[in-house]
């Protein structure tokens, strides 16, 4: 390969664009035996009602609607109930038994392998909890949110969307600039099938207005089982050779980096992480994703590969950042200052300093910092936002979503 500084240019850009694509959502639709569409619930007076699901009739609907309480929402670690925002009604799990069946309906062996891409997926397991019963009737809606993480190992949410007739409440989700809608109206075929969709819970989603009937959704929020941490995931399905080749070519040439350093990832996904406390490599088994592939690639290269977060060092001069191992905790600070009070090095512990680099200025010597080239785009402060976001369901105190990156050292000798 030659090695001019465009010839490497173009070789980044490569590696760049081969971290493919995966997908962030998957959906279907699932026809079920007639009785799991049965449901019994418990009005505001504890009555028990039963309802057929397939065959219910907008008055047995209007009755359930009734039975349900506003939706409230997290923000700002509060729950808020505010109908701009999220118009729907909604039942607490302990307030109905549905007969749907998770396991027997065998929705997530067919949708995980696909989402997580992992080869691990049988040793790999996922626990599903149901969250709630959402009934959205003509008007209701949820503006765009993200689903609120209720633990680090917290990864997707699924929704599954009973075959109750209704227009509109289309479900639209979004990604990296990508978009997709999910037509829940339009997906099942009769009144005994039900359309789910399973997706990654930090991507921002949104139910469009109901214009007619009733759009009646159960809610999951899946984890990470404990015990996969032992088995964690890796790629088979998705090809990582072309970003593996593209790295070993770049990292075996030694006009690459010639002091060595890091080089960079942004990662594409956010994790939960408690504020002050997570440390980021707690995080290495849970990557999804983009994110696994950049990780599966960069451990296949043998690099030693980290989680951290970063920051611009905001000293004016561009290209300096801070890279740190644990999910400092930034929500009092604005601004974060060059020296001094309220400068990263006193605000995060352990942070260090680290200087951007490219194929013009990677063989400048400097002996009092650490170089880093980033592959793959750092998102905006490093992602790691410190305004609140707005989130789904109710409030958590404890987790919040950051974007962190993947670092991989490359020693030079
Ligand atoms: O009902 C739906 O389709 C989605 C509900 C939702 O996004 C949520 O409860 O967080
Ligand atoms: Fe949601």
């Given at each position: 390969?030659?090695?001019?500084?465009?010839?490497?240019?173009?070789k980044?850009?490569?590696?760049?664009?081969?971290?493919?694509k995966?997908?962030?959502?998957?959906?279907?639709?699932?026809?079920?035996?007639?009785?799991?569409?049965?449901?019994?619930y418990?009005?505001?007076?504890?009555?028990?009602?039963?309802?057929?699901?397939?065959?219910?009739?907008?008055?047995?609907?209007?009755?359930?609607?009734?039975?349900?309480?506003?939706?409230?929402?997290?923000?700002?670690?509060?729950?808020?109930?505010?109908?701009?925002?999220?118009?729907?009604?909604?039942?607490?799990?302990?307030?109905?038994?549905s007969?749907?069946?998770?396991?027997?309906?065998?929705?997530?062996?067919?949708?995980?392998?696909?989402?997580?891409?992992?080869?691990?997926?049988?040793?790999?397991?996922?626990?599903?909890?149901?969250?709630?019963?959402?009934?959205?009737?003509?008007?209701?809606?949820?503006?765009?949110?993200?689903?609120?993480?209720?633990?680090?190992?917290?990864?997707g949410?699924?929704?599954?969307?009973?075959?109750?007739?209704?227009?509109?409440?289309?479900?639209?989700?979004?990604?990296?600039?990508?978009?997709?809608?999910?037509?829940?109206?339009?997906?099942?075929?009769?009144?005994?099938?039900?359309?789910?969709?399973?997706?990654?819970?930090?991507?921002?989603?949104?139910?469009?207005?109901?214009?007619?009937g009733?759009?009646?959704?159960?809610?999951?929020?899946?984890?990470?089982?404990?015990?996969?941490?032992?088995?964690?995931?890796?790629?088979r399905?998705?090809?990582?050779?072309?970003?593996?080749?593209?790295?070993?070519?770049?990292?075996?040439?030694?006009?690459?980096?010639?002091?060595?350093?890091?080089?960079?990832?942004?990662?594409?996904?956010?994790?939960?992480?408690?504020?002050?406390?997570?440390?980021?490599?707690?995080?290495?088994?849970?990557?999804?994703?983009?994110?696994?592939?950049?990780?599966?690639?960069?451990?296949?290269?043998?690099?030693?590969?980290?989680?951290?977060?970063?920051?611009?060092?905001?000293?004016?001069?561009?290209?300096?950042?801070?890279?740190?191992?644990?999910?400092?905790?930034?929500?009092?600070?604005?601004?974060?200052?060059?020296?001094?009070?309220?400068s990263?090095?006193?605000?995060?512990?352990?942070?260090?300093?680290?200087d951007?680099v490219?194929?013009?200025?990677?063989?400048?010597?400097?002996?009092?910092?650490?170089?880093?080239?980033?592959?793959?785009?750092?998102?905006?402060?490093?992602?790691?936002?410190?305004?609140?976001?707005?989130?789904?369901?109710?409030?958590?105190?404890?987790?919040?979503?950051?974007r962190t990156?993947?670092?991989?050292?490359?020693?030079?000798?």
């Amino acid at each position: 390969m030659s090695d001019t500084s465009s010839d490497f240019a173009k070789k980044i850009e490569q590696a760049r664009l081969a971290v493919q694509k995966t997908s962030a959502w998957v959906s279907g639709t699932v026809k079920l035996p007639p009785q799991s569409l049965h449901m019994f619930y418990l009005d505001k007076e504890n009555q028990p009602h039963f309802l057929n699901l397939s065959t219910a009739t907008p008055e047995q609907l209007d009755v359930l609607t009734a039975a349900c309480d506003p939706a409230t929402f997290g923000r700002a670690n509060e729950d808020v109930l505010d109908e701009s925002y999220r118009k729907a009604g909604k039942m607490d799990a302990e307030k109905f038994a549905s007969k749907f069946n998770l396991e027997t309906s065998r929705i997530l062996p067919t949708v995980l392998p696909q989402l997580l891409v992992g080869s691990g997926k049988n040793d790999h397991e996922v626990e599903a909890e149901l969250y709630k019963l959402n009934v959205y009737g003509e008007g209701g809606f949820f503006r765009a949110h993200k689903d609120t993480p209720r633990s680090e190992k917290m990864f997707g949410s699924l929704v599954v969307v009973f075959p109750t007739p209704h227009t509109g409440g289309h479900l639209a989700l979004r990604k990296n600039g990508e978009e997709f809608t999910f037509k829940s109206d339009d997906l099942p075929g009769s009144r005994d099938e039900i359309a789910y969709i399973v997706f990654f819970s930090d991507v921002e989603h949104e139910v469009l207005p109901v214009t007619s009937g009733h759009r009646i959704t159960l809610t999951y929020n899946l984890y990470h089982a404990d015990k996969s941490t032992k088995a964690p995931l890796t790629l088979r399905n998705h090809d990582i050779t072309p970003l593996k080749d593209a790295l070993s070519q770049l990292i075996n040439s030694p006009k690459f980096m010639p002091n060595g350093g890091y080089l960079g990832f942004g990662l594409r996904y956010d994790y939960p992480v408690v504020l002050g406390k997570t440390k980021f490599s707690e995080l290495k088994d849970l990557l999804k994703g983009e994110d696994l592939m950049v990780q599966t690639a960069c451990e296949a290269l043998n690099l030693d590969v980290s989680i951290r977060g970063a920051l611009p060092d905001s000293t004016g001069e561009d290209g300096h950042q801070a890279l740190f191992d644990y999910a400092a905790d930034l929500s009092g600070w604005g601004e974060i200052e060059p020296e001094g009070d309220g400068s990263w090095a006193e605000i995060i512990k352990g942070a260090k300093r680290i200087d951007e680099v490219g194929p013009e200025n990677w063989d400048v010597e400097d002996e009092r910092r650490e170089h880093i080239l980033w592959v793959t785009p750092l998102a905006e402060y490093g992602g790691y936002k410190m305004s609140y976001i707005t989130y789904g369901n109710e409030a958590s105190l404890a987790f919040e979503y950051v974007r962190t990156c993947l670092v991989a050292k490359l020693q030079r000798e």
